[in-house]
């Protein structure tokens, strides 16, 4: 499996780009003709410089408005192909890109347009290049691919062959059943591009929101079936227009890019990467924490009934667990300063090393870990927040972690105040990274995305996104600022949901404990009793505990407690399913982010107490 | 004219919100439910609120899905707006808003709908209050405001009326003259939004981009024509959704939402607004300089041809002039560091105090000026990134403003180097005001503004808008990235462009002077002779001379010359306009910007020189 990357996909100047994809491990690129015009490089230098990183240039792009044109437009067109034929010879490029005409006044002759490409492959074969053909989603008279091979079908040039784009396929709905029909050898490149499902006018949504395969809505897994049964060996090549992309640091968008052609190329059996092992639950969640914030965060966990495992064996970090909760507060990570921060997620399976594996062929960095003598040999890698996913069974084997902290008191796992596990984790993520984070997480630890989720905080929207395991016992929720800009109040949050026996109970034996819990407006149980049929005596108990409500149309329930914060990003919640409840209370998200703008507790403290 | 606005409109704090209505001027707000629900504050302390800053509370809103369900539901619909009515006595609100039923399930009987909407508004009129129903773009069978209407006729309660929103009714592409068939008293409310014009999905479109009359493609002016001549008095009230507004800082949005309000008012002669007097040049660019800065600015001003006309009588501000072009370097500003930046424009008219007095009345605050004896009194605003703007005569009046400068020797004005004037000017924008900068420019200067462009930078997407004087001979132009995110790198760029004589003439001369000239990629001189039929000849001069070229489809051609940085954020650039041409050569702008990080010159020099 040959793969390949547009430059209009990366970020930078064109050196950039090829450095970045070569890096990333691509075997070629298309050279966008806006990033040759606009480099200083003349075509021999960009050339030498692609042979440098061991990168072939697959394809010069676009040429387009050639076809369905007047014969005086035609000449033109012949004369600028020339240039460009010449062009791409000092290159290197075997194979130019030609577009469906898009202009008001295209002619819509399909045998003229064969007749006139088959003039311009003439001249292409005279320069020992090939022309493929694509038609554009939003092509004036040929927009569909049937459309473009029948021209390049009726042209029957050798050096004519078509190039499918799954984009221009896919966002018209065209079945891409009948590539299958096209002959291999004829079909001269393949484009892919994924997108969400977003309706919009097509160009706009082509020249903003296309994403990389797995990334989007785009069933490209059957769509590389038919390629691939069609007889297509050239390269999968990667032609994406995304705004965020198009301003991300280029290295680590052509990793992201990448991962995503491997993905996909294991989806269809056309690459070997190890399986993923099922990612069984969070053995633990790392908290960086600085002198106050570590005392703090101590002080909150021992009041919610967490009990103090005791220290690693030669690190400054400690075991708190209640349950199967196990929480290690890391006072000597440094990277949060006096804050607090989620620094590490440690991931149980049945086979961390095999984990680790997959996580190195799809491009995730192992990360260097100190480890003492006799100590758990644990694989790390880094996720795109810089959040540490490390590899770990609890249980048993060389990497069994709980080994490597001193047991105190022999602690039995109880449950204190009604707190049996994690639930979920919840990251927010850098902007302009959040589909290289979604796509990370299903590819790298094989979880499953549900759809995103808008939010809307009182200094804007957040998008939130869960990443579920498939038996739903590994939960994970990433957010992001809708849009940049903003002053990021409240938009970069971490917390950690604990699993509760009995949300209600915890609340008051928490409350009596001390714990400083997130105080909800009265005015919310006023309308929680205006819109369901709780009936005023459990709309009471949830008002005395301060517990938030959220129910299915399947008679699922959902209740919440919520911490306030622990220094400026973190807090806590303990959350309870009833009857198969499958979400993460959404609706309660606006209350909960306004009540942590109020920054009011119920006992009178501030948030940042 | 009474204007009100949406919380929804507004980010914060329930508190916040109201407390930036009030400082902006509005009479009244609508609350948002979630926005109460959300707030620690009991509905009588909000009324307390309200009442303590001046502000009605007019409309509470919205309740969803009443109309149109069995009978089970309307019960329960009924005892939910029972709650609500009671919470709106304590809020003060009188109207309550009810939007078309959207549910999948909804009852498609008018008849029915009308008997629901009766009973409710029987119901609210014990409670004291009145229903306002409105037919979202996007409810089930209810969509458009005339069958909103017919129900409401057809119910026929005197609690009952209409709610026109100006975004349900155009996004539609509804014919809203068919307003002025509804008896004015039975509008109960009225609900303003603009949009640009996009083609995506009514929901997605109405939940993140609508913006401020003014600010979009609707044509409110006749939309309101309507609605007067239906005879509604009732309060003008801004419903906007909008993803910028609602993480921008809200004292800010209510000062650009009342403004184009007044703006509107002025359109459809409903307020009264002291005309804009045309905006006729800019009299002078004034950037802030540093001490490096300062000298590296004048050194090349210098080169281009300025010459020094002398120092300002009390401040460290030196005027530089060629032929009517006029730059004001101030060393004393102090906030641009050691970089240059463009920190106030001058602009002429007729009548200064006129401009200053609208300005004023359209919400911008009035800049204390320090001023010597004798000096000119310059009235003076902030624009929304800061900029100053001085509204000045440079012939005439106690606003002469170069009276205020010492002239060394008499300056004529010649152009050493073809430089005739200012072509235009071009100032980056803060990414979440964008909108407002247009406005601004819009209402408070009366120019008008062209539709945005996209330019691809090597790191990521700019949106980039013209704003013109009605004779062409004032131009602006404004950007911002297309996201936030990014690194910001060439995101922030301002310059200002001379007009020339002779712009190859100018390269030459200016070369010979030393001016350190942008360098431009020999690739894009080559395609240049691809895609154009300029001849050999023609192409070899303007690569000789380092100019860009630009032509529209009516003959008319735009030649550019750029200079290098001035610091990290400023640069020059000369143009020339040949046979009307009437843009500003954006399609070199990706060419411009990748020079520009290419950091190379032709004579070798460091961009950062």
Chains 1, 2 share one sequence.
Request: aromatic content about 8%; charged content about 25%; hydrophobic content about 40%.
């Amino acid at each position: 499996m040959r793969t390949a990357i547009a430059t209009v996909s990366l970020s930078g100047s064109l050196e950039d780009k090829l450095a970045a994809a070569a890096s990333a491990g691509f075997d070629g690129v298309e050279i966008f003709e806006p990033d040759l015009v606009a480099s200083p490089l003349s075509p021999a230098r960009v050339r030498e410089t692609a042979d440098g990183l061991g990168l072939s240039i697959d394809m010069y792009q676009p040429f387009r408005d050639f076809e369905g044109v007047g014969p005086e437009r035609l000449e033109a067109n012949l004369r600028r192909a020339r240039r460009k034929f010449e062009l791409m010879g000092e290159l290197g490029a075997g194979t130019m890109l030609v577009c469906s005409n898009v202009a008001e006044d295209a002619i819509d002759d399909p045998e003229l347009s064969a007749a006139q490409l088959h003039r311009l492959a003439e001249e292409a074969q005279q320069h020992g290049v090939r022309i493929a053909f694509e038609a554009l989603a939003w092509g004036r008279h040929i927009s569909d691919y049937r459309d473009a091979w029948a021209v390049v079908e009726r042209a029957d040039h050798p050096a004519l062959g078509t190039c499918l784009d799954s984009f221009h396929i896919l966002s018209r709905g065209s079945d891409p059943a009948a590539i299958e029909r096209i002959p291999g050898d004829k079909i001269f490149y393949l484009q892919l591009a994924d997108a969400p499902v977003l309706g919009m006018d097509v160009l706009q949504w082509s020249r903003h929101h296309r994403c990389f395969p797995g990334q989007g809505g785009f069933d490209l897994a059957a769509f590389m079936g038919h390629v691939r049964a069609a007889g297509y060996d050239g390269p999968w090549s990667l032609e994406v227009f995304n705004d965020h992309f198009r301003q991300a640091e280029p290295e680590r968008i052509a990793v992201d890019a990448r991962r995503s052609l491997l993905a996909l190329g294991e989806q269809v059996g056309a690459a070997d990467v190890p399986p993923a092992p099922r990612a069984e639950r969070f053995a633990f969640a790392e908290l960086a924490v600085g002198p106050a914030s570590g005392d703090r965060a101590a002080e909150v966990l021992e009041a919610m009934g967490f009990a103090h495992v005791g220290p690693h064996r030669s690190k400054p970090v400690h075991q708190w667990r209640q349950g199967d909760a196990r929480v290690l507060l890391n006072h000597g990570d440094g990277h949060a300063g006096d804050d607090a921060l989620v620094s590490a997620l440690g991931v149980e399976s049945a086979d961390p090393d095999g984990a680790a594996a997959r996580a190195e062929d799809l491009g995730a960095a192992l990360l260097p870990r100190r480890r003492g003598p006799g100590e758990a040999d644990l694989a790390a890698i880094a996720a795109p927040d810089d959040t540490t996913v490390l590899f770990c069974r609890t249980t048993s084997g060389r990497d069994l972690w709980v080994g490597d902290f001193v047991d105190l008191e022999g602690h039995p796992g109880g449950d204190e105040c009604g707190i049996t596990g994690v639930d979920h984790i919840v990251l927010s993520q850098p902007f302009d990274y959040f589909d290289e984070a979604v796509l990370f997480y299903r590819s790298v630890l094989g979880l499953e995305p549900r759809s995103a989720q808008d939010v809307a905080a009182p200094h804007g929207l957040l998008s939130s996104r869960a990443l579920e395991a498939a038996d739903g016992r590994l939960r994970l929720a990433i957010t992001v600022p809708r849009l940049g800009g903003g002053d990021g109040r409240l938009g970069e949050l971490q917390h950690v949901a604990f699993a509760g026996r009995d949300v209600l109970g915890s609340a008051h034996r928490m409350r009596e404990r001390g714990v400083p819990l997130l105080a909800v407006p009265d005015n919310y149980y006023e309308d929680l009793e205006a819109r369901t049929d709780l009936g005023p005596e459990r709309i009471e108990a949830l008002r005395a505990a301060g517990v938030l409500y959220d129910a299915d149309d399947r008679g699922g329930e959902f209740l919440q407690l919520f911490t306030e914060m622990i220094g400026d990003r973190l807090f806590f919640e303990v959350v309870q399913r009833v009857g198969g409840y499958d979400g993460y209370g959404a609706a309660n998200s606006p209350v909960r982010l306004a009540a942590q703008l109020n920054n009011v507790t119920q006992d009178g403290r501030g948030v940042h107490a």
